[in-house]
């Protein structure tokens, strides 16, 4: 079965930095992306950043682009969001999830991940 787990979340202040990690298990990393997204209160699920694990491609929110970084250890098979210069708005429930393939153009589209796993929220005090 595949499964998924993410961890990491936590309280931080503004400006502070934060690793999230997603271990994987019940498939190949090489032929599957990885998606970060995240939900705060009242609004719609948004795509963070895509990790290809067959040619590592990246991709990310422009929110988030000079400050966040996600990486891959496929040895264990595990991708890790790290996060840095957190701003208050980045407070979430932040989920990883997977689907075969690449990331692609359309790696944003939360509907297209076929596997989710549990959230675990990122408060961002100011």
């Known amino acids: 079965d595949v499964q998924l787990q993410a961890s990491g979340g936590g309280l931080v202040q503004a400006g502070g930095s934060l690793r999230l990690s997603c271990a994987a298990s019940?498939?190949?990393?090489?032929?599957?992306?990885i998606g970060w997204f995240r939900q705060a209160p009242g609004k719609d699920r948004e795509g963070v950043s895509c990790?290809?694990?067959?040619?590592?491609?990246?991709y990310y929110t422009n929110s988030v682009k000079g400050r966040v970084t996600i990486s891959s250890d496929n040895a264990k098979n595990t991708v890790y969001l790290h996060m840095n210069s957190l701003k208050p708005e980045d407070t979430a429930v932040y989920y990883c999830?997977?689907?075969?393939?690449?990331?692609?153009?359309?790696?944003?589209?939360?509907?297209?991940?076929?596997?989710w796993g549990r959230g675990t929220l990122v408060t961002v005090s100011s």
């Open positions: 990790i290809s694990g067959s040619d590592g491609s990246t």
């Open positions: 999830a997977t689907d075969p393939g690449l990331c692609g153009r359309t790696w944003y589209v939360w509907r297209k991940y076929v596997y």
């Open positions: 019940g498939f190949s990393f090489e032929d599957y992306t």
